[in-house]
């Protein structure tokens, strides 16, 4: 009779050519957390112990920028959905991130490696991009519209600075930061671009809509 060892449940499968580099977890970026957060969902039960707010670590791609999370941000893990998280008190700057969770940096309740290989993802952070497009335009100012003066909304309804209203400050953030547009990552090299002529809106304009 064949002895099923424990051990071989916690091995990474293979799955060929579909085989994640991080079997064991999966990160995303809540904007519409009660503050701007980044999660880890595993598939084994966390050791809380083994987690500390220094194991994210947090790229601005755009600026070369190396975030603190140590001192930046704020971990905690939720045992029921197997979710850590890392929250940021504070807006994080607009850029292209990429986050990282080292493959010996947490262990699951076993005391192993709670994930197979290091684990990272890419998300990018716009504030005012209420609908996540990449830009802040009309669209965006309407859904701030929609939401004036209202209260227990989230990022995707206007409050963009997470105090739970959508108000002046919303949309003096949606002001500084009308037209603009955060570009993807460039993975390779691209053909030169022709260049655009700059939109004549203001944030006068935008203002002015609201008013």
């Known amino acids: 009779m064949d002895v099923l060892n424990f051990g071989d449940l916690l091995k990474p499968v293979d799955m060929g050519a579909y085989e994640r580099s991080a079997p064991f977890g999966d990160g995303a970026f809540r904007f519409d957390s009660p503050s701007p957060s980044v999660s880890v969902t595993f598939c084994l039960g ?49 850029g292209n991130y990429r986050a990282s969770l080292g493959a010996g940096s947490v262990n699951n309740t076993f005391g192993q490696s709670a994930l197979g290989a290091d684990l990272t993802f890419d998300f990018f952070v716009l504030a005012a991009d209420a609908n996540r497009d990449r830009k802040v335009d009309i669209n965006d100012l309407a859904i ?3 939401n004036w003066n209202g209260s227990g909304k989230v990022f995707s309804q206007g409050d963009f600075n997470y105090d739970g209203r959508v108000d002046a400050i919303d949309l ?17 090299a691209q053909p030169i671009a ?5 939109p004549a809106r ?9 008013t």
């Open 172 to 188: 003096g953030i949606l002001s500084t930061r009308w037209q603009q547009v955060m570009s993807a990552p460039i993975a390779a």
């Open 46 to 94: 966390l050791n809380p112990a083994s987690l500390s707010a220094s194991d994210l670590v947090l790229t601005n791609l755009s600026t070369g920028q190396l975030i603190d999370s140590a001192a930046a941000a704020v971990a905690s893990y939720d045992a029921t959905s197997r979710t850590a998280s890392w929250s940021f008190p504070a807006l994080l700057p607009d």
């Open 202 to 210: 203001s944030a006068t304009r935008v203002i002015s809509l609201i």
């Open 194 to 198: 022709l260049a655009t002529r700059t």
């Open 144 to 146: 701030l519209a929609a």
